[in-house]
């Protein structure tokens, strides 16, 4: 077994070596002494893309592959949410808040041999505006101007102060582009990073190969292989195998005892960004009620539920706030578990025996927590009734656009999108003056505006019990023992290969 | 003769034609609207609206079935709403890979059946004949893709003689080709097997109270002989039929088992054509399988004939 696998790998690897110094041939400074020399690796994931242009396909898959792997940003953001420095070497920010200025590393070089100056970094923020197409594409609305004063200084002037804008620029929307590379996006993506887009197998793999003039320090592997799984079972099968060298995120918590058990593997938890939200529709008579959305809060045994649904792996947060943001404190106190307090408050306020609707979008933790969340909730006197909805296609129109149900389950997975959450046009239809003064206090003022700001907006939310946070995805890794380098938390949009390393 | 060929390809037609009006229909009434899946969240009505149109859905459904059916007639497939890649040769891509899945767990089915539903028809009264009479009642109810979990559980966790999952084309690496394919292979290969061998038998046991077998066994032959020289081409026109409608079951199977065994073939295209509402792949994909179905049941219908000589002349 061992040695078919590890042939397997050698061949492709030296396969991949042979069309490198191909390439390279000639140009001299390739000398192929990176790290780790010609080793490869091979990472096991859940979501294959539909296509490789992030700027008109949306989800997760596309910047996970390719952002900070094969695209790099103006600013980037490390595992302790911090923003670092990128492809911006440093940056000010005028008195007023509303000028940001970039100073550019010099030597960066896109794949297609093209040199990175700042007409390249105007040219991507504004062809967000212009070309892409997703939703994303509305944070650069506050940009009123970017303009390149050399090729190696921007100035990015808006039209108020944010905060969020440069918070952003850490995210796909931040990604440079070259100008004369944005024509075959979908399939032939052209970017500064560590890593160049070698192959894709649709439906199985995709290859990342070794950047040979990255401007930065190389990375370890020569080639990283991203390989798709749809079933958990086949992607846990294929670690247990020696087909992949490393399980990216896990989806099935209970079965890590698999690996916990065995010392050829490491098993690595951390936190994401990933709220699991039971969302209320706040339009609804019965929830517009306080009372009775601070009772549903107060009729869930938090631990119970993750203990039950989500194998204990997880951490439980009591607001929209993941850990790793600036403004995180612990609201889990907020609304304690409290059968009685419950049951109590319902009959106060006449919803004792209502009838909520929780539709459930048709994702493993929504099924399995939903049956919690149910039995829960009935037995502080209400009544709910499950529907399950085909994800994505019949949750996204029925519950997130027409709004039309009581109560949800879903994983809002976006970074610091408490506000995009949480207001009168998304589907929890949560109408709130207070909390969008609170949010854009923050967003305008300095640093420590923001934090307080941000902790006083997060507060109002658990006490107001816009939803319920059930409890806060964990980022679950396992690898061969060997590997290192591998981030304990999954914060970012992107799936770090720069530091992997093999001991 | 002719009469038959041209009654049958008038079937074909409209079979065909019936099939593509329902799986356009089925596209139309299925909930999620691709524009605002392609899109995801947050994304406002107008840019919704702006790609529906883009994507040719605001148009009347007739137009847009005429649009497809004339497209698919010219051989022009598409291209995908999600992916912006042309659909045809996404799915000769895919189709090859079932293709392989499919043939191969057809040959394993065949060379499992015909040996052991024949000797379960002449020794039916006999242990050896009942002993596998109640294995290939094992094999009837065991789903493809329970089968293939199992496969992969003993030779692949346990064991590790063979890869879990994955695949790699013939050309690339043959060795490697042969390893990946033989469990999925064998997991619909095995059930399919069993069905096949139920037909096999029933077919023999009719032929072995046929006179003509009864005549030969008469002239002294013995049973097997006897069977192989007078029997079994009877036999086979039941089971070539039988074959013909088993391609469907051995399609589907094909599916599940490309999910189990992360195989990049049409089953996955579908799948993830169907989740992503990429409606004109699923369309397409579905209408190729039913082509595939459909023209195979009328290549065994002609074969039927040449089979079987009493079905050649003329009503």
């Known amino acids: ?503 | 003769m002719v009469l038959r060929l041209v009654e049958r390809t008038a079937v074909l037609l409209v079979s065909l034609a019936v099939a593509s009006v329902l799986v356009f229909g089925f596209m139309v009434v299925l909930p999620g609207d691709p524009a605002r899946v392609a899109l995801g969240v947050n994304a406002s009505d107008e840019a919704v609206a702006q790609l529906r149109q883009q994507f040719g859905l605001d148009r009347p459904l007739a137009t847009q079935y005429a649009d497809w059916v004339g497209g698919l007639l010219r051989g022009d497939f598409g291209t995908s709403y999600v992916s912006k890649v042309a659909i045809g040769p996404q799915i000769a891509d895919r189709f090859q890979v079932t293709l392989w899945l499919v043939v191969v767990a057809m040959v394993i089915a065949l060379v499992l059946a015909a040996p052991a539903g024949t000797v379960m028809a002449a020794q039916h009264r006999r242990l050896s004949g009942l002993a596998l009479s109640a294995l290939s009642q094992v094999g009837v109810a065991i789903p493809a893709f329970l089968a293939g979990i199992l496969l992969i559980m003993l030779f692949a966790v346990k064991l590790g003689w063979l890869p879990a999952n994955g695949w790699t084309p013939p050309a690339s690496d043959p060795g490697m080709f042969l390893k990946q394919l033989i469990l999925p292979a064998l997991s619909l290969g095995l059930v399919q097997g069993a069905v096949l061998t139920r037909y096999v038998r029933s077919a023999v046991l009719d032929v072995l109270r046929e006179d003509y077998l009864r005549t030969a066994r008469a002239k002294g032959l013995r049973p097997f002989p006897a069977l192989w020289r007078h029997g079994l081409r009877n036999a086979a026109v039941p089971v070539v039929t039988v074959l013909g409608l088993q391609l469907a079951t051995l399609l589907i199977g094909a599916v599940v088992v490309e999910r189990v065994f992360v195989i990049p073939g049409v089953g996955s295209l579908l799948l993830d054509g169907v989740s992503n509402r990429d409606l004109l792949l699923v369309q397409d994909v579905v209408m190729v399988l039913v082509v595939a179905v459909l023209v195979v049941n009328f290549l065994v219908d002609l074969l039927y004939v040449a089979l079987d000589p009493r079905l050649r002349v003329e009503r």
């Open chain 1, 1 to 503: 077994m061992k040695s078919y696998s590890s042939r397997a790998i050698a061949l492709v690897g030296a396969a991949a070596l042979l069309a490198l110094t191909a390439c390279s041939a000639g140009s001299g400074t390739s000398s192929g002494s990176s790290p780790g020399g010609d080793q490869s690796l091979v990472v096991g994931l859940v979501a294959e893309p539909a296509s490789l242009d992030f700027t008109t396909t949306d989800g997760a898959a596309i910047p996970q592959a390719l952002l900070g792997n094969v695209y790099n940003g103006l600013v980037k953001q490390d595992e302790s949410g911090k923003i670092v420095p990128d492809l911006a070497k440093s940056w000010t920010v005028s008195p007023d808040r509303r000028t940001y200025t970039f100073e550019l590393v010099d030597n960066a070089k896109f794949t297609n041999g093209a040199a990175f100056t700042a007409a390249d970094a105007v040219f991507s923020i504004n062809r967000v505006k212009t070309a892409w197409t997703t939703s994303l594409k509305s944070v650069m609305d506050v940009v009123s101007e970017a303009k390149a004063v050399s090729p190696t200084q921007l100035q990015v002037t808006l039209t108020k102060p944010s905060n969020g804008w440069l918070f952003r620029m850490t995210t796909r929307v931040g990604a440079m582009f070259s100008q004369t590379g944005v024509g075959k996006l979908a399939t032939d993506p052209v970017g500064t990073g560590p890593y160049k887009f070698g192959t894709w197998k649709r439906g199985d793999s995709i290859v990342l190969q070794r950047n040979d003039a990255y401007w930065g320090t190389k990375p370890f592997f020569n080639q990283v292989t991203l390989k798709y799984f749809k079933d958990p079972t086949a992607l846990n099968n294929a670690l247990l195998t020696g087909t992949i060298n490393v399980i990216g995120t896990v989806q099935a918590p209970e079965a890590l005892t698999q690996f916990t058990s065995n010392e050829k593997y490491q098993v690595i938890e951390g936190t994401t960004n990933g709220e699991v939200v039971l969302s209320f529709n706040n339009s609804r008579p019965v929830l517009k009620d306080l009372r009775v959305r601070q009772a549903i809060r107060q009729a869930i045994d938090h631990q119970a539920l993750l203990d039950t649904c989500f194998a204990g792996r997880g951490k439980l947060i009591g607001s929209m706030v993941p850990p790793t943001d600036p403004w995180s404190e612990d609201l889990t106190g907020v609304a304690p578990f409290d059968k009685a307090k419950a049951t109590a408050a319902l009959q106060a306020a006449g919803a004792a025996g209502a009838t909520l609707r929780l539709r459930l979008p048709t994702l493993p933790y929504a099924t399995s927590c939903g049956q919690v969340v149910k039995s829960q909730l009935e037995q502080v006197g209400l009544k709910v009734t499950i529907d399950q909805l085909e994800f994505p296609a019949a949750w996204l129109t029925t519950v997130f656009k027409n709004a039309d149900y009581d109560l949800s389950i879903v994983a809002h997975v976006e970074p610091r999108d408490l506000g995009a959450v949480f207001n009168a046009k998304y589907y929890t239809r949560y109408d709130d003056p207070t909390l969008a003064g609170l949010l854009a206090a923050a967003d305008s003022g300095d640093e420590a505006a923001q934090v307080d700001n941000m902790k006083k907006a997060a507060r109002r939310l658990s006490e107001q019990a816009a939803a319920d946070w059930l409890f806060l995805l964990p980022n679950l890794v396992v690898a061969d023992k060997n590997l290192t380098g591998l981030p304990a938390n999954a914060i970012t949009e992107s799936f770090d290969l720069t530091r992997l390393a093999r001991s």
